[in-house]
Nanobody, 119 residues
């Protein structure tokens, strides 16, 4: 059974920092491209950051220079370091795993963790 479990969300003041984690199980983590997405109330889910199995990263323009994603394949864990947080970063943050296993595309999502940026 595949599980992606996010943690680390919470309430933070503008300008503050949070570190999100996504613990994966049930997949060969190192083979998957991983990503962070977010969804604010009344808005569509949007890409925040991705990191490939080869550790290439990509970021949404809105978070470049503030957020950093990384992965620890030994611990099957994905991270998102968020600095200089803004109220517009308030959303539910989701972890995603995408890969091809035995020629079949696989796509998994976590349950999400709430991030609220407010004074």
């Amino acid at each position: 059974q595949v599980q992606l479990v996010e943690s680390g969300g919470g309430l933070v003041q503008p300008g503050g920092s949070l570190r999100l984690s996504c613990a994966a199980s049930g997949i060969t983590f190192s083979l998957y491209n991983m990503g962070w997405y977010r969804q604010a109330p009344g808005k569509q889910r949007e890409l925040v950051a991705t990191i490939t199995s080869g550790r290439s990263t990509n970021y949404a323009d809105s978070v470049k220079g503030r957020f950093t994603t990384s992965r620890d394949n030994a611990e099957n864990t994905l991270y998102l370091q968020m600095n200089m947080l803004k109220p517009d970063d308030t959303a539910v943050y989701y972890c995603n795993a995408a890969g091809t296993v035995w020629g079949i595309g696989r796509n998994y999502w976590g349950q999400g963790t709430q991030v609220t940026v407010s004074s």
